[in-house]
């Protein structure tokens, strides 16, 4: 009986790793798992709102002067860089509009994401963070996060 069941559970132990080894091409055809994306390509896919109010777009003008080149175009995030910030980890109710303030006085320790520390943003002032952060939560409502 013993036997039985060590078998049962090294057969498990292996399908087991077989299965981590093997994932889907984009196609879906079975194969093996694929390479992480190269460093920089888009984490997430982004939908724009039809229009933005005029906060948002004086927003997305300073998020894009300050913020796009570590978190992408639209806040999508970039593999290896930064996170994206269309993604429901930043949605106002875990991550209120002062935590984008202080990230951007303070920096942030890495705590949600494998990319290490935010430093400190120079030459962004409190009500330019407010604006990025008013164009943020329109992207992120076009994207379905409240």
Known sequence: MNKKIFAAVAIAAAAGVAYSFIGTTPGGEAGFAQAEPPRGT??????????LSETARMGQRAFDAKCASCH???AAGQTG???PLIHKIYEPGHHADLS???A???GVRSHHWP??????VEGVT???VKMIVRYIREVQQANGIF
Request: hydrophobic share 45%; net charge negative.
């Open 126 to 128: 409190d009500a330019d």
């Open 104 to 106: 951007a006085r303070r």
């Open 115 to 120: 990319f290490g520390d935010m430093p400190p």
């Open 72 to 74: 992408g175009p639209n």
């Open 81 to 83: 860089i930064a996170p």
């Open 42 to 51: 888009q984490i997430v896919q982004v939908t724009l709102p039809a229009t």
């Open 100 to 102: 984008f303030v202080m």
